[in-house]
């Protein structure tokens, strides 16, 4: 039996992007009643600190946090997230099972490759998943010796209705933010769950800031978006499409 169709996915390269480009997001949504989930593509074995075992517990504890309905992380190498045939075609398999209307994926520049490349993953996983004539299932099961999923159940084609794009991560104007003021406490504590990674220690101190370092810099970057709005904390996205307005007398943020 497949699970409800999720509202709103959200798709990053790493557990813990999610936590700190949209997780506000995320438990705002929730907290109105949809089914959120995120997609992880790797597990976070090449991570300085911390083993792929921790990152699970402490991903599973994040979710928790921001009342997310479903989480997964693929099994892609970590620091080596590839746009191939094989990855594209294991992001499809997850669109046509999880059937998000809405489907947030990161911003298509950045520092690191794997942010970047998640976010053409992400999109042509989409193009592929809403093939009818592909099955992903069967496609998998000839290049994966230990892909088990039986053939038998391939879900229907799909495609999310909206892709946004989260933007934190780079330095580029927001098409639109949330507002997530009501958010921010509890989206800190969610980053907070990677304890393996936040807590102050010894091993990579050279290259990760101290907690309340951590606390400054990501209560500056909401407080930033937020201004933008006229509102306190908020998470910045990028929409490909034009805003569409039906009442000129809703649309919100002061001009003046
Ligand atoms: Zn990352």
Same mark, same amino acid.
């Given at each position: 039996?497949?699970?409800?169709? $999720?509202?709103?996915?959200?798709?990053?390269?790493?557990?813990?992007?999610?936590?700190?480009?949209? @997780?506000?997001?995320?438990?705002?949504?929730?907290? +109105?009643?949809?089914?959120? @989930?995120?997609?992880? *593509?790797?597990? @976070?074995?090449?991570?300085?600190?911390?083993?792929?075992?921790?990152?699970?517990?402490?991903?599973?504890?994040?979710?928790?946090? %921001?009342?997310?309905?479903?989480?997964?992380? $693929?099994?892609?190498?970590?620091?080596?997230?590839?746009?191939?045939?094989?990855?594209? *075609? !294991?992001?499809?398999?997850?669109?046509? /099972?999880?059937?998000?209307?809405?489907?947030?994926?990161?911003?298509?520049? @950045?520092?690191?490759?794997?942010?970047?490349?998640?976010?053409?993953?992400?999109? /042509?996983?989409?193009?592929? =998943?809403? %093939?009818?004539?592909?099955?992903?299932?069967?496609?998998?099961?000839?290049?994966?010796?230990?892909?088990? &999923?039986?053939?038998?159940? /391939?879900?229907?084609?799909?495609?999310?209705? !909206?892709?946004?794009?989260?933007? $934190?991560?780079? #330095?580029? +104007?927001?098409?639109?933010?949330? #507002?997530?003021? #009501? &958010?921010?406490?509890?989206?800190?504590?969610?980053?907070?769950?990677? +304890?393996? &990674?936040?807590?102050?220690?010894? =091993?990579?101190?050279?290259?990760?800031?101290?907690?309340?370092?951590?606390?400054?810099?990501?209560?500056?970057?909401?407080?930033?978006?937020?201004?933008?709005?006229?509102?306190?904390?908020?998470?910045?996205?990028? &929409? !490909? /499409?034009?805003?569409?307005? #039906?009442?000129?007398?809703?649309?919100?943020? !002061?001009?003046?």
């Amino acid at each position: 039996m497949s699970p409800a169709p $999720l509202d709103i996915l959200a798709l990053a390269a790493h557990r813990d992007d999610v936590e700190q480009t949209c @997780g506000g997001t995320l438990l705002k949504m929730a907290q +109105r009643g949809y089914r959120t @989930g995120i997609l992880d *593509l790797t597990r @976070g074995e090449m991570g300085t600190r911390g083993s792929a075992e921790e990152r699970a517990r402490e991903a599973a504890e994040a979710a928790r946090i %921001l009342c997310v309905s479903w989480r997964h992380a $693929l099994d892609i190498a970590d620091g080596r997230v590839e746009n191939t045939w094989e990855n594209r *075609l !294991k992001v499809a398999r997850v669109i046509r /099972e999880q059937r998000p209307r809405v489907l947030i994926l990161p911003y298509w520049k @950045g520092r690191h490759p794997d942010h970047y490349t998640a976010s053409v993953l992400g999109y /042509e996983a989409c193009f592929l =998943a809403g %093939l009818a004539k592909l099955n992903v299932n069967l496609i998998l099961s000839t290049l994966q010796a230990s892909f088990s &999923q039986a053939i038998a159940g /391939e879900n229907p084609p799909h495609r999310p209705f !909206k892709i946004i794009y989260a933007t $934190l991560y780079y #330095d580029v +104007r927001p098409t639109f933010v949330v #507002d997530i003021t #009501d &958010q921010f406490e509890m989206r800190f504590q969610a980053l907070m769950a990677y +304890r393996s &990674q936040f807590t102050d220690q010894e =091993a990579g101190s050279e290259i990760f800031p101290a907690q309340a370092e951590i606390r400054s810099r990501i209560e500056a970057m909401a407080r930033f978006y937020g201004m933008m709005a006229g509102v306190t904390y908020a998470e910045p996205f990028l &929409q !490909k /499409e034009v805003g569409l307005v #039906d009442d000129l007398t809703a649309i919100p943020v !002061k001009s003046i």
